[in-house]
């Protein structure tokens, strides 16, 4: 499975993004979901993670601001992102995680889209 991210760019602050990341397979269950974040010299850190039952959390930094949601049907998660402000300018990568089980038990799959760059500069 591959994730393909978009939705990135440059905006001036107090603008809004949308990005978006897409799942290859059909029918694809996105268990876990995430958009994380890496700045010049910092570690990528999480920015929005949610759950299949509905949980959603968010980095304090962004509450407020950033909302990330899904579309099972298009097997699409995304993040809204408002009010950006200069210190949101990273690289964004989508995550989705799905619960499988084998012989071993259960375990969690990882996918991890491709980092899309955002800028926030006036």
């Known amino acids: 499975v591959q994730l393909q991210a978009s939705g990135g760019g440059l905006v001036q602050p107090g603008g809004s993004l949308r990005l978006s990341c897409t799942a290859s397979r059909a029918n694809f269950r996105i268990d876990i979901m995430g958009w994380y974040r890496q700045a010049p010299g910092k570690q990528r850190e999480l920015v929005a993670g949610?759950?299949?039952?509905?949980?959603?959390n968010y980095a304090d930094s962004v509450k407020g601001r950033f909302t990330i949601s899904r579309d099972n049907a298009k097997n699409t998660v995304s993040m809204q992102m408002d009010n950006l402000k200069p210190e949101d300018t990273a690289v964004y990568y989508c995550?989705?995680?799905?619960?499988?089980?084998?012989?071993?038990?259960?375990?969690?799959?990882?996918?991890w889209g491709k980092g899309t760059q955002v800028t926030v500069s006036s």
């Open positions: 949610g759950t299949h039952g509905g949980r959603t």
């Open positions: 995550y989705i995680g799905e619960h499988l089980s084998d012989d071993d038990g259960e375990y969690v799959m990882d996918y």
